[in-house]
């Protein structure tokens, strides 16, 4: 399909089955899934996006959305991020990096605070009403190549199958189908916040984060979102979580006078372990990958805007080598690399600027 065709192609027109095979089946409804199959289903092609999740969903974040992220929200989406998946404060000022010498760098810039419950839960919406078919509670359990399609395999209350021309797998960090294609070893974060009633002497428009080699093994940080002052810590072996944790509340509680009258909540997830020159896992065939299944990170655990950007490229990869039922395989994963090169240099070049100021990424192996 070229973009002449896609202009012609009308949207909406298939039910499901009566097509018999989806152009592209997107894996996984964040940020990653949800671009690529806006884009996708704007351009007429025919796009199923399945979510294990029903949404809207949680999915463990700070929930800040830099300036790229917004204006990408504001370029793939056609709209500005809504209110209503905003939290208060929902001005974000920018982020105060501590590193291990006690030295504070600031970097003033607009952003916004919001829930990833809602936040993805719109996205998604978005997706579906440009045309995309959107199965959410359905589990994606394999994605195989056979001839010139790949058939994925779903499981809901039934397990069943669908096929497509190209398959987009957008299923997080731990990306069981990543592993199951590539046979890739495990190698994650664990990340650990608690959400807390209570006060603290620091300026809740920012976001701290603290690099201090005793506070954790990668970052330490705090955020506000509406009542909850919340504190995090990255570990590389879980064990360690309560050790990080309760040095990281006594360094607040010296530092920023930290009070907490109640724990709300904790909540314990993955990220993946960004490494120095920030290698990316682009795809298999007819299989590609977006975000941090593909390890889209930036390495400072930022990642909404590089789930959007290479969701999007991925996208972009298929509309220029998918053509009718004619697909260019070779020259689909070289496009989809071209279009990520600069985000691929952008996490390098954020890779350098942490492990100058920290030792604690100068040593990660
Ligand atoms: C504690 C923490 C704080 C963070 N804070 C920020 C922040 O403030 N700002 C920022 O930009 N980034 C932040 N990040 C990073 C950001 O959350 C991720 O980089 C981003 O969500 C990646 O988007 P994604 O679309 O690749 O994957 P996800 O957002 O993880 O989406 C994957 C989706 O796939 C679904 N899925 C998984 N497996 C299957 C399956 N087999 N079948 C069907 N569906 C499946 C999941 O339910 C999920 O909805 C943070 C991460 C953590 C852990």
């Known amino acids: 399909m070229n973009n002449k065709d896609n202009i012609v192609r009308k949207k909406n027109t298939y039910q499901r089955g009566e097509y018999g095979m989806y152009d592209v089946i997107v894996i996984g409804a964040g940020p990653a899934g949800s671009s690529a199959a806006k884009q996708l289903a704007s ?46 404060p929902s001005d974000n000022r920018g982020m105060i990096f501590t590193n291990d010498k006690g030295k504070e760098y600031r970097f003033e810039q607009e952003g916004l605070n919001i829930w990833r419950s809602s936040f993805d839960h719109w996205l998604a919406t978005k997706a579906e009403e440009a045309g995309a078919e959107v199965c959410q509670a359905t589990f994606a359990l394999s994605c195989e190549e056979k001839d010139d399609c790949v058939v994925v395999q779903l499981k809901n209350d039934k397990a069943y199958y669908e096929t497509a021309k190209v398959v987009i797998v957008c299923d997080g960090a731990v990306s069981a189908l990543k592993r199951k294609l590539l046979g890739t070893p495990k190698n994650y974060i664990t990340t650990y916040q608690t959400f807390c009633k209570g006060a603290i002497d620091l300026d809740y428009h920012y976001f701290y984060a603290y690099l201090q080699p005793q506070l954790s093994e990668y970052d330490a940080w705090f955020n506000v979102k509406d009542d909850y002052l919340i504190f995090g810590v990255a570990v590389k072996d879980p064990s360690t979580i309560e050790h990080y944790y309760s040095e990281f509340l006594s360094y607040m509680s010296t530092q920023h006078n930290v009070r907490i009258d109640k724990q709300i909540k904790t909540e314990q997830w993955i ?35 590089s789930g959007l950007e290479s969701g999007y490229a991925a996208a972009q990869a298929i509309l220029q080598t998918y053509n009718k039922d004619l697909l260019d395989e070779q020259a689909l994963l070289v496009v989809y690399q071209e279009h990520t090169a600069a985000l691929q240099n952008y996490m390098i070049r954020q890779w350098r600027f942490v492990s100058s100021i920290s030792s604690t990424f100068v040593h990660m192996k």
């Open 43 to 88: 351009n007429g092609y025919k796009v199923l996006l399945v979510e294990k999740m029903k949404m809207p969903r949680e999915k463990s974040c700070s929930g800040i959305l830099i300036k790229k992220s917004m204006d990408l929200v504001q370029h793939y989406f056609g709209e500005e991020t809504p209110q209503f998946v905003q939290c208060t």
């Open 271 to 305: 990220m993946p372990h960004i490494m120095p020159g920030c290698p990316i896992d682009f795809g298999k065939g007819r299989v590609l990958f977006a975000g941090e299944t593909a390890g889209f990170l930036n390495p400072m655990g930022e990642g909404i805007s």
